[in-house]
């Protein structure tokens, strides 16, 4: 929080910007999943391959779950989006990002992570204790936004998502584009196709960026200011708790098939 008293002169809304940023590179950048996802100097397409499906299973169900939140959590009633510009952004990016899940099921079948298997099987892992993180993410996620009523201070949880977000697509982007090259086979959820649509961590037209333009200077007060920042630390919070269980899930599965 000391930063943020050096720019306490700035628009609330920068203020709490700043703060995701400092977050990201005291945080995020070094956290271990991401440290290890980093490709290596002799990385080839088979250990990326291997590196990659080695934890995209355990996080189906928080990318199916980040579809639903955004079509009917994180979006606003129309009649509210109707009459506010920001909210008929926010609603602009959600359509967008709520429908980024067909990727990930193109990339389960080029990963050959598609087996035949049991409606048992898969429902036991999908809703078991190694997953129980990614669920609980989307839980808690929901939870955060119920209380941010506010577009400006809805608009911090999403920028803090979508920051983290581009951190982690651009890495597994690297792993993708090796993958390519060599083989030929294109990666879409965890490749180019969706970190070029995440380029400005906010989806939406030129009009709707125009209105969150305008929308960055509303008065916000000190008290919006702590529920902002609470939000953005939870959203932090349970992210890091995600990679750390995706990276769990990544070693013990290395392990199990190495025995
Ligand atoms: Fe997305």
Redesign the pocket.
């Known amino acids: 929080m000391s930063t943020l008293i050096n720019v306490v002169s700035l628009p609330i809304m920068d203020r709490i910007l700043a703060y995701i940023e400092t977050k990201l590179e005291s945080e995020m950048k070094v956290h271990p999943f991401i440290q290890w996802l980093v490709p290596s100097s002799e990385e080839t397409s088979e250990t990326a391959e291997k590196k990659l499906k080695s934890w995209i299973p355990c996080m189906v169900n928080f990318i199916m779950g980040f579809k639903d939140m955004n079509q009917s959590v994180l979006c606003y009633p129309e009649t509210e989006a109707n009459i506010d510009p920001l909210k008929a952004a926010i609603n602009e990016h959600c359509k967008e990002?709520g429908n980024?899940w067909p990727w990930l099921l193109m990339d389960l079948k080029t990963l050959n992570l598609n087996p035949d298997t049991d409606w048992v099987t898969l429902i036991k892992f999908l809703w078991g204790s190694q997953t129980v993180g990614q669920r609980g993410a989307i839980y808690d996620f929901v939870r955060i936004v119920q209380k941010l009523q506010n577009p400006l201070l809805r608009l911090c949880f999403i920028c803090t998502v979508e920051i983290y977000?581009h951190v982690m697509l651009s890495t597994t982007t690297e792993l993708a584009n090796i993958i390519e090259k060599e083989t030929g086979k294109k990666l879409h959820y965890f490749g180019q196709t969706?970190l070029r649509?995440?380029e400005g961590h906010f989806h939406c037209s030129p009009t709707a960026e125009n209105a969150k333009k305008e929308a960055w200077t509303r008065p916000l007060s000190e008290e919006d200011f702590e529920v902002g920042i609470g939000g953005v630390d939870e959203a932090i919070r349970i992210i890091n708790n995600m990679f750390s269980e995706l990276h769990e899930f990544a070693l013990s599965s290395s392990s199990e098939k190495q025995a």
Do not use: K, L, Q, W
């Open positions: 990002d980024h977000g969706h649509h995440e």
